[in-house]
């Protein structure tokens, strides 16, 4: 399992995380998938609309969601993952972000301490839906 970002798009990941802290920021990858390789080539940010702690937890706008959803769709692109970060927290997954995570999906972490990015990490779930995975990134 391979995820492929370029800089530019781990970048502007990068600037989300950093501009929404203390709350965790989210958005949509947006590429094609080849094999068990995901090739990310474009990257949408979305408003964190989680009703509760957003410094723990997010929720991506559904109304991003879904105009991100049909203009992949019409451009022959698939969404293949999601990213959020993690203020002040681990740079594993947490138990939430298990429970909620998609088959076939990449999930990229980005963790954030004391205004600094400190890693950028992707994960996706294994073939029995158990644990997450890190995925090897370039």
């Known amino acids: ?11 502007s990941i990068r600037e989300s995380a950093l ?11 947006i590429g094609s998938i080849a094999g068990e390789d995901h090739h990310v080539d474009r990257v949408v940010a979305a408003r964190n609309t989680w009703d509760g702690d957003r410094t ?5 706008d559904s109304q991003t969601a879904f105009d991100a959803i049909r203009e992949a769709t019409a451009a022959g692109r ?13 740079d594993q997954p947490s138990s939430h ?4 995570a998609w088959p076939r999906m990449s999930y990229v972490i980005v963790t954030v301490r004391e205004g600094a990015v ?3 990490r ?7 839906g158990r644990a997450l995975v890190e995925e090897r990134t370039d």
């Open 1 to 11: 399992m391979r995820i492929h970002i370029a800089a530019p798009l781990i970048g």
């Open 19 to 29: 501009a929404s802290t203390p709350e965790e920021c989210c958005g949509i990858l």
């Open 56 to 60: 723990r937890r997010y929720e991506i």
């Open 78 to 90: 698939s969404v293949v993952g999601f990213y959020h970060s993690h203020p002040d927290g681990s």
């Open 97 to 100: 972000d298990l429970e909620t």
């Open 118 to 120: 400190t890693a950028v």
């Open 122 to 128: 992707s994960w996706r779930l294994d073939r029995h």
